[in-house]
């Protein structure tokens, strides 16, 4: 059934079959060689799959960012990042990764996180003489932090599956999304020194203040999210809604900058994303219970056990170097709904946390986002940049390096993720 389930998905995914229909056809042939095909079981189990109310924040945490996107939100995050950082050689550099850890404080969303950044900061860095490739690799790599600070679109989805809370969840997500921002940072100034950028301008405080308070209500909005969230005064699906009014107040009465009649078009467009969210977490619910009734996952424990016997690094060793080449190959929605119910029970088994093995597989298969052949984030990249994979992918490997060591770090030091946690605790 393993070698069934395997030949079945990657033969349609190479196919170029969309990945939902992949995910049914491919339950639908488990069930035929099982011999219970059922269609009205088939379409039970892809409802129920969607039927969830924490899936409800997905929809309005895009919408958020599409609204932060159009509503100068987004520019004054970026104004104020610039005007800490901007005095640095090779300032913008720096400026993309903090824009985009603070934009991921309220998006969630890679594609919403990378689209803003590279949009408005991509052309800047181009005019002042920076290196195309380097550049569009930083803010691609950059981009990849939004799934990992919170709030988190695949932690929401990772919570539902392996009933996990996704509070935990956030809240584990804070120190290696920093930490990826830090070695970002790092590696950027490596290659500053290298290029020979130059400073440009000086510190100038009263310039930070102007654009902190400028920006006042646009960083407002993650301490609205996280704080309500942690003090228990709203779930994170109702954090989602205060964060789409918000944004919508912010945009229209205090920057107004919102127009109302791009608000049908944001609308569309966010349906649009949901709808294939939706889809393949439905699609992935089908699979899964049809991988659950067919017992993969004892076929893989079995599997994993004979190779690290009973030692925990050597499990997650294995795992992150699954969770790497499958996240070459599928996109981290389908990836995470396919895997996670897959491997958690594996981790749990060896005492490991369902919260830490949460957020290191988010982490591990972010890294998938940049990497092709399928990288979502690193065709964004490239479309903003109007490079080709090939120098996208040559650029961006640096970074792929920095967030590999990120990873181990995160793996064999648990603390990091536990620790804010284990406060709340």
Partial sequence: MLTIF?????GLILLSVPIAFSLILTASILMLFAGNFSPALLAQTI????????LMAIPFFLLAGEIMNVGGISKRIIKFAGALLGHIRGGLGYVTVLASMLFAGVSGSAVADTSAMGSLLYPVMKSEGYDEDKSAALFSAAGTIGPIIPPSIPMIIFGVIANVSIVKLFLGGIIPGVLIGVGLMIGWFVHSRKAGYKAEGKFNAINVLKAGFE???????????????????????????????????????????LDLKKMPG??????????????VCGAAMAAAYLITTAQIPQMMSRTLLGLAGENPYLLMLFINILLLLVGCVMDLTPALLIMGPMLLPIAMNFGLDPVYFGVVMIVNLCIGLITPPVGNILYVGCSISKLTVAQMSKAIVPNIAIMIATLILITYVPGLVMFIPNLLN
């Fill in 6 to 10: 395997l030949i079945a998905l990657f």
């Fill in 47 to 54: 409802v129920r799959g969607i039927d969830s109310f924490p």
């Fill in 215 to 257: 920006a006042f209500w646009a960083l407002l909005l993650p301490l609205i999210i996280l704080g309500g969230i942690i003090s228990g005064i709203y779930t994170p699906t109702e954090a989602a809604v205060i964060a789409v009014v918000y944004a919508l107040v912010i945009s229209l009465f205090v920057y107004r900058e």
């Fill in 266 to 279: 944001l609308l569309v467009s966010t349906a649009r994303m949901t709808s294939v969210v939706m889809m």
